[in-house]
């Protein structure tokens, strides 16, 4: 006879395997796994997805359950501690109990969140980080550029309506001292997962057009430091550290310094230090500068006052050298112009003299030359009676015509003479130095006397040079001596 089969219920495998698991897994454990995904429901309980990795692959995965009471309690434990929210992709230390449902199967159910656990996890990632920037030689890369003596314009990475970024416009905007700031906001995602590149993708557009920016700012304000893990990412921190302009971060809170900030130019615990580390950098320029300009015009001031008071001096000495020169140089012309006309005159009356013994020894010459030639016609008459006839017209004739020559060439010889003697006078005349000043000559003097080989000049030396009209002192700057053998 065959031997019956025992046949059971789907539901009492179930609540059999359900029997075998609560009595076998009656404690609690602690078990470290990634919440993949927190799947929060209207009603307060959450079902979140457990799973471990290794290799970036997903090798074991986990149906987790935390009701809703117990959600609250731990979520505002682990935000007091972590200063972070629950949120998918965390690495937790769950504290779970081992649970079986007839209906939703194997499963664990949450009783508790090891807070301190996440925050190593958190400054895991951060050391990491800082490690590996430390490693490529890129930690300080930033910090180690020129940043701008005036910091005027800052592309931003902020949210419009961050109350951090309006505290940081008010007060650099509106500064009593009128700084001239350009901004441009460049809209990110502050806070969370998606952080990372939101801010990464700003960073680039920037970039492309860097040359219209001085430097950037990261502003994100209020709400603590929950959120803040995003800045201990590896690729957002070697973005801000390899950045090509100074990058300054203003994201509100005062402990736990992020990556973000440790390498970036400059960290303000809050928007409101930022804007006023940049009014800071203009009164670094703004208050030497002023300073230059008082010290500047005191100096001008007393230099002009020194100035006149030497060129009063000057003025004074130059009035009374030259009052003193021209009072030389005037006696010398005068005595130069009596010298001059005495001598002319004397000239003109030695010449004169010989002129008028020239005239006299002509005068004389003609009567000899006259009686002489009447005793020869007297004679001739006398000794050629004979040939009177014959000869009387051409003796007449020769007679007649030397009358004529004489009567001719005498007064000739006088309008030459006379006219010889004016222009005599007239050399003379022309000596005159005044009249060679008015034809376009120059006398220069080299300390009131002409300059001749007793009276040498050299370069540097200051001599005066009289015209008709002008008379100049100058300065010789060359002296090149003309060969006039």
Known sequence: MSEEKQIFTLKQVALS????ISERYSRLYWVQAEMHKLNYTNKGHCYPELVQKEDGKIVAEMRGTIWKAQFDKISKSFSEVVKEPLKDGMSLLFLVKISFHPLYGMGLEVVDIDPTFALGELQKEREETLKRLTKEGILNVNQRLDFP??????AVISVESSKGLSDFYSVVQNNQWNYAFFFML???QLNGDLAVDSIQNQLRKIEKVKHHFDAVAIIRGGGGEIGLSCYNNYELSKVIATFPLPVLTGIGHSTNITVSEMVAFRNAITPTELGE???QCFHNFSVPVKDAQKSLKMEVNQFIQDQKIE?????RIFKNVSNQRFFQTHQILNSSTKNLSLHSRFRFNNERKVLDSSADQLKSHVRSKKNFENQ???QLQLNLTKQVKVNFIDSHNQVRDTQTFMVQQLPKFFIKTEQAILNLEKNVKLMDPTLLLKRGYSLSLFQGKTINAKNPVKPGDIIETLTFENRITSEVREIKKEDNE
């Open 17 to 20: 395997i359900q029997k075998v």
């Open 149 to 154: 003596l005036l910091p005027q314009r800052i």
């Open 186 to 188: 460049f809209t990110a």
């Open 277 to 279: 580390f940049l009014i």
């Open 311 to 315: 060129l009063a001096n000057e003025l």
């Open 376 to 378: 020869r016609i007297n």
